[in-house]
């Protein structure tokens, strides 16, 4: 079963993308520049953050030393501060004069912790508040990008990619990026300056004791670089594992009517086991790295604890420092230990993130071959005369499906493209559709080269229904709209009725709001054909481009859907990919296309005394029409 | 809370681990509550008798709980490990598996994005909380006891002060999770809409491009990308606040301390080292401490992951099998449809209405009619796809109700419009109802299908994987594949529903000639626009609007005014057009010729006839 999806996951196949780490925060930057001014403001709270949790165990370490010494008198031990002190308990001392002064005393200690307390409550509040902000922020405009970016994609990109694949794109990773610029960063910066202050703390009360913290954060980082080596193939692993559960559900799903046919549950859940099984195995290899490295990183925080207890003691004994410093030292080493060992960890923390940004990049950097080129002038109204000239097309490169082809259409005309499967037919249209790129020539629209217009206006004049046309499962309105989002609703009606869809649908419960399921899943096949020629009548091109479905549809539906083609082709000139007889029939000029050749030209008449290509295609449709007639 | 007692019988599957957590837990708690207490006791020994040595002592005795701590950390991360991935194990396999259980009426109206979003994402949720949430919540509440009890040995007033801490952070978490449910779930729920979107709009991207509706669509996704926007911000200022207020409130106990400790070393109740003690102690609680309100969030999206795991887990299915329910032993396959009635969950309409029917075992029988007239869903009533809403359906003159599901679907074998292939390669997927089939068999059923020759020309044979990830298939070719798979499952009654549309004329031709002659005596139902079809049968059934209107054999009905009188007329008008053309000499001959085309088929049709006779 793994086997199958050893292509799963391309970008694990050809490694990484190229990117260094530098490019890869430069990128996720770019997204949180509009936010300047809330990173400068974020990035004050985070001093005064900072700047507060490195004050507090300066006040405990007082605490301790006044108590001891029973000196009541210096609270603080600033000169300033104290008088400013004294004067306030001497103030309220007054207002209760049974109680004893130590109280006091002890009380506005407490009450100055418990002030600082409340700062770094609130400046992390609100650090938290502005990051998680723009972070929500920036990532939502990095979705939107992607989202636009992808619609502008041409088909060969879309191809290569399921639909799941994509997804992964816009959903996971942008959220691993999400988790960059509004945690994993943000974190390390606060843990970043709030190292720098303890440290310039703690140089300040005593150097011997910092250096031994100091000391002792260097194998934390060593771990970390360990770590990193051996966690980034096995998150990389766990990822892909991942993926293929994914991958594995979505087709489950998707094919569940065949697996109940054919009674297949059993045998689904089992492979599913294995998968699910798989997932777990390479996710415990992954985060057991994590669970070596982690403790060990800590280890050396209560090492520093032991031996900042053996030296420090023994200042404490020569007099050197008091005991209210020897605690505040192992206090601070606590609060340094903390962010060091984040830190050490931040590379591990940084993969997901990383990888997430790698692809969203990537993606971003994928250049489509069929540009909007908004900035180009609009296609000015067109006759609808089309017309390739020397023009090369190929899907893979050196592999061209047409090569140096030429034909002209004049306005109006209806011309059906007929030839076996594989053939070429659909490439035409694909190349007229502007759905994937041509190499080399040129196509005219009149006589407007359709490269020096935008995309955009030049399919207000040009409209392809693809063979697999896809109905929103939103609603009839929203189907409608593909044609022409302005269409009013007199107009939807009006075009309902013209295909002869209107009585269908004011009979729905909620008319055209009424929602079709999955892929227009409501409505047969036919309906779904006449829907998109409603679309299509809103839109009025000039230029109408059908690929026919080759799913049956009777006769009666048939009749219904050619009258209604007859209809929208009326005035424009069409392309038709054609597999019924009616539709070739109709058709004022027939292209027999072969391996990338019109290898037959003319009208139904003049193929037909040719005897070539064309009259055997016919032969063999009307064996399929054929059966018993009323004469039998 | 919803989420504990949803994993509870998870957590149960797993209880040697859950037990060798907690054990572990306590005793790192226990290793950490002993470093500041060891400082206190050799501060307090140190005041007594300054000893170099008690410094010593000191640190190979905090050396020693470090050790203990480090030790006990990494095994409890390794069984957490393993009992975290284990349950988010069970749970995925939980929710496939009723997944697969089902009916089709639930995959018609939830999206694939939407399933996907709640069996795959929420899992996730879980992820955090099962992987070290709980420990850190164990841990906490185990540094607190340790401290309560030392304080309480040194000061019960102290202790008690100190403890009033608990309800207040108890009341803030409960508080807040109740107050914060439905914007966590909003948050949750819009991000699945997004999904939705993304999913629908990549899967008609097409569509899409060919309309040239890029822009709507862009502003469709801005849309609900925004709502989402709206309904996270909602979250971030409920992150931002529990994380340092959770914070906060523990560093409320350590001024309870400050204040009530200073005031007692300094009247002398308790000596300095407790004093010292006690602030390392709660220092030491804000490690883990720190981690509560994060926790506090991790309960909340547990508890929305938890509801939107169990509406899969309790969605009814609609299909029940009757307890007493029996295997068909298919001895009797006349298949009947009684008064059927039906329609879809959604629809007001009947698509179904009033259906009698009775189709002898053995029969070959065509279906037609104009599209949207109710013949698929007729068919999917006999495998109970769907249950009727009115009516019977019976097989061997039982309702089909009155036996066991799975036994039914053995005996009935349907290929559906699109075939869907799976990730597999192509012997597996022809094997796909029949996975003990031999090598011979699967390519005896190719053979059949008119697929064999096609996979030989691959590089790769039969062990060529195909579907989305796969090689590309036309859709004759995907066809032929989805038609070997019911072959080879071997069912008495076969439905072909619409399922040759796509392949070519003469391949068609060879696949009906071979299956209808090598079915032996096997129910076949064809459903299909193309005439060419009705060779094979013995009967004709025309439905319209839900109804059957005519139902006989060709000749009979070919002469009866009516709606299969008018599709053959139909189609003898196009054919005219095709090949009515008679100006020159060499024309005339074409028409000769195509004439002589058609009296060969009608020729082999009443063979067809002969055969039946």
Do not use: C
């Not at chain 2, 099962?130 to 009890?149: D, K, N």
């Amino acid at each position: 079963m793994s086997a199958i999806h050893t292509d799963a996951e391309k970008e694990t196949k050809h490694g990484d993308f190229g990117y260094s780490d530098w490019e890869l925060y430069r990128f996720m930057y770019e997204y949180a520049k509009p936010y300047k001014k809330e990173m400068v403001l974020a990035i004050l709270y985070m001093l005064f953050y900072a700047l507060f949790t490195s004050l507090s165990p300066l006040l405990i370490l007082r605490a301790i030393d006044t108590f001891q010494a029973q000196d009541i008198q210096e609270v603080f031990g600033i000169p300033m501060l104290d008088d400013v002190a004294n004067s306030i308990v001497f103030q309220t001392m007054k207002l209760f004069p049974n109680v004893p002064i130590v109280w006091f005393q002890v009380g506005l200690l407490s009450l100055v912790y418990l002030v600082l307390q409340l700062l770094i409550f609130y400046s992390s509040y609100q650090q938290r508040l502005i990051i998680g902000r723009v972070g929500l922020q920036s990532t939502n405009q990095l979705r939107e990008d992607l989202f636009t970016h992808l619609q502008e994609l041409d088909m060969s990109y879309h191809d290569k990619n399921e639909v799941g694949r994509i997804m992964s794109r816009v959903t996971t990773d942008v959220s691993a990026v999400w988790e960059f610029i509004g945690g994993a960063v943000i974190q390390n910066v606060v843990n970043m300056i709030t190292i720098i202050a303890v440290l310039f703390v703690i140089f300040q009360l005593n150097v011997q004791l910092a250096i031994i913290s100091v000391l002792l954060t260097l194998p934390v980082f060593i771990l970390g670089r360990i770590a990193k080596y051996f966690s980034r193939p096995r998150r990389k692993e766990a990822r892909r594992r991942n993926s293929i559960l994914m991958a594995s559900l979505a087709e489950s799903i998707a094919g569940i009517k065949v697996t109940k046919g054919l009674n297949r549950e059993d045998v689904n859940i089992e492979i599913f086991e294995a998968i699910n099984n798989n997932r777990r195995i390479a996710q415990l290899k992954a985060v057991d790295v994590n669970a070596t490295m982690f403790p060990s990183m800590l280890y050396f925080s209560s090492i520093a604890v032991a031996v900042l207890f053996w030296v420090g003691g023994l200042q404490v004994i020569s007099g050197a420092i008091t005991l209210g410093t020897l605690v505040a030292y192992i206090n601070y080493n606590t609060i340094l230990f903390r962010p060091v060992v984040i830190l050490g960890n931040f590379y591990e923390q940084l993969q997901d993130a990383l990888t997430g940004a790698e692809r969203v990049k990537a993606l971003l950097e994928t250049d489509t071959k069929v540009p909007w080129n908004l900035s180009y002038p609009e296609l000015p109204a067109v006759r609808g005369e089309v017309s390739f000239k020397d023009l090369t097309f190929e899907y893979e490169k050196g592999r061209p499906v047409y090569k140096n082809f030429n034909l002209h259409v004049k306005p109006g005309e209806k011309v059906a493209l007929v030839g076996h499967t594989g053939a070429g037919k659909t490439t035409i249209i694909n190349i007229l559709s502007r759905l994937y790129p041509f190499q080399k020539g040129e196509l005219l629209l009149d006589d407007h080269n359709i490269l020096f217009y935008s995309l955009p206006s030049v399919r207000e004049q040009v409209v392809a229904v693809p063979q697999d046309f896809f109905l929103f499962s939103t609603n009839i309105r929203a189907n409608l709209q593909l044609g022409n989002p302005r269409a009013t609703e007199e107009e939807m009606w009006k075009a309902l009725e013209l295909v002869g869809m209107k009585d269908y649908v004011s009979k729905m419960e909620k008319g055209l709001d009424t929602p079709l399921q999955e892929r227009g899943g409501r409505l047969s096949i036919g309906q779904r054909q006449l829907i998109v020629f409603a679309a299509i009548l809103l839109a009025n091109p000039k230029i109408v481009i059908l690929d026919e479905a080759t799913s049956n549809i009777d006769v009666f539906t048939e009749m219904k859907i050619q009258e209604s083609m007859r209809y929208i082709l009326k005035n424009r000139t069409s392309f038709i990919v054609a597999h019924r007889l009616s539709t070739i029939r109709d058709a004022d000029r027939i292209l027999v296309i072969d391996n990338g050749k019109v290898v037959e030209e003319g009208t139904h008449e003049e193929l037909i005394a040719k005897q070539g290509k064309y009259y055997s295609l016919v032969q063999n449709q009307v064996k399929l029409a054929e059966m018993d007639t009323l004469h039998n | 809370m919803r989420f504990f007692r949803f994993i509870a019988p998870y957590i149960k599957k797993e209880k040697w681990k859950f037990l060798a957590i907690n054990s572990l837990i306590i005793i790192s708690a226990y290793a950490q509550t002993n470093i500041p207490l060891s400082i206190r006791d050799s501060v307090s020994r140190y005041i007594e008798n300054p000893q170099p040595n008690l410094v010593y002592l000191g640190f190979l005795i905090i050396f020693f709980y470090g050790t203990l701590d480090w030790l006990s950390g990494m095994a409890l991360r390794f069984v957490n490990n393993r009992y975290s991935q284990n349950i988010q194990y069970e749970i995925r396999q939980d929710i496939f598996e009723k997944l697969q259980s089902l009916d089709l009426e639930y995959y018609s109206k939830e999206s694939i994005g939407q399933i996907m979003a709640r069996s795959i994402q929420e899992v996730y949720s879980l992820q955090e909380i099962l992987g070290w949430g709980y420990r850190i919540l164990l841990l906490t509440a185990a540094l607190f006891i340790g401290a309560f009890i030392s304080l309480w040995l040194s000061s019960p007033t102290l202790a008690l002060m100190f403890a009033t801490i608990v309800p207040i952070i108890l009341f803030v978490l409960f508080k807040s999770s109740k107050n914060n449910a439905e914007k966590f779930y909003q948050s949750q729920y819009q991000f699945g809409r997004v999904s939705e979107v993304l999913a629908e709009n990549f899967a008609g991207i097409k569509t899409v491009k060919s309309f040239g509706r890029e822009f709507e669509e862009i502003n469709r996704f801005r849309k609900v990308n925004h709502d989402f926007l709206n309904a996270a911000m909602k979250v971030v200022r409920i992150r931002a606040t529990l994380q340092p207020g959770m914070l906060f409130l523990i560093s409320l106990s350590l001024v309870v301390l400050l204040f009530v400790g200073g005031v007692f070393t300094s009247t002398g109740v308790i000596d300095t080292g407790s004093f010292v003690a006690f602030m390392l102690l709660s220092l030491q609680i804000m490690t883990p401490g720190r981690f509560l309100g994060d926790l506090a969030i991790q309960l909340q999206m547990a508890n929305t992951a938890a509801r939107r795991l169990e509406e899969v887990l309790n969605e009814k299915n609609h299909i029940i099998e009757k307890p007493d329910a029996q295997e068909f032993d298919g001895r009797d396959l006349t298949l009947e449809f009684e008064n059927v009635y039906f329609k879809y969950p959604l629809n007001k309409d009947y698509v179904l209405k009033g259906i009698n029917l009775k189709i002898d075992y053995g029969e070959r029988v065509a279906l037609i009619g104009p599209t949207g007239s109710g013949k698929s869903t007729l068919i999917n009533l006999i495998p109970r796809f769907f249950d009727p809403s009115e009516g019977r359906v019976k097989l061997g003159g039982k309702d089909i109700k009155d036996y066991k599901v799975k036994s039914i679907r053995r005996h009935v074998g349907i290929v559906h419009q699109d075939s869907f292939l799976f990730t597999l390669s192509i012997k597996d997927n022809i094997a796909f109802g029949n996975k003990d089939a031999s090598m011979d068999e699967i390519i005896e059923a190719a053979k059949m299908a008119q697929i064999h020759e096609f996979i030989q020309t691959l590089p790769e044979g039969y062990d060529t994987v195909v579907g989305e990830r796969g090689v590309t298939l036309s859709g004759g070719q995907r066809q032929r594949l989805a038609i070997a798979r019911i072959l080879l499952a071997n069912p008495e009654i076969i439905v072909f529903d619409d399922s040759v549309s796509a392949v070519d004329p003469e391949t068609e031709a060879r696949l009906q000639e071979i299956i209808s002659t090598r079915l032996g005596t096997k129910t076949l139902i064809i459903i299909s626009q193309r005439p060419s079809s009705l060779k094979f049968v013995n009967r004709v059934i025309v439905m319209d609007d839900g109804e059957i209107v005519q139902d006989g054999v060709h000749s009979e009905l070919v002469r009866q005014p009516g709606l299969y009188r008018e599709f053959l007329m139909a189609i003898e008008a196009q054919i005219d057009d095709m090949v009515s053309w008679d100006s020159t000499e060499e024309e005339k001959k074409d028409r000769q010729y195509l004439a002589s085309v058609l009296r060969d088929l009608k020729g082999g049709k009443n063979d067809a006839e002969e055969i039946r006779k």
